[in-house]
């Protein structure tokens, strides 16, 4: 039998999140993870992840871009939604869409 879900406490990820004496890609995955929603989409207010990884906005890009890379985030992941991948989330009751995401097909930005 394959179990569907682990349960993890938002703040045990938040908290390594924030953590200095984590590796920075680790503290982003995890306040990623800390955030997730039913969507797999984490919500940041802009600016929030260069505060919380202590970098700037190309550090955390870099970031985003490894995250990718290492499949912790999909490729629609940007510095103010991290997006989990599918194979880690159960998105079989979204009906709503990313609000970020709405608006960054239209060309602006949602902060």
């Known amino acids: 039998m394959v179990d569907r ?4 406490y938002r703040a ?3 908290a390594i999140g924030i953590d200095e004496s984590t590796p920075k890609l680790t503290r982003l995955v995890a306040l990623a993870y800390a955030r997730t ?5 984490a919500r940041f207010v802009r600016g929030e992840l260069m505060q919380k990884l202590g970098t700037n906005k ?5 970031l985003i871009e490894r995250a990718v890379r290492d499949r912790w985030l999909t490729d629609l992941s940007c510095s103010e939604c991290l997006v989990a991948p599918e194979h880690i989330t159960d998105r079989r009751y979204v009906t709503e869409s990313c609000p970020v995401h709405a608006v960054r097909a239209g060309g602006e930005s949602a902060a």
Not at 5 to 8: I, K, L, N, S, T
Not at 37 to 41: A, L, M, P, Q, T
Not at 58 to 62: D, H, I, S, Y
Request: hydrophobic share 25%; aromatic share 12%.
């Open 12 to 14: 045990g990820w938040e």
């Open 37 to 41: 929603d039913s969507r797999g989409h």
């Open 5 to 8: 879900y682990a349960v993890h």
């Open 58 to 62: 190309q550090g955390v890009q870099k």
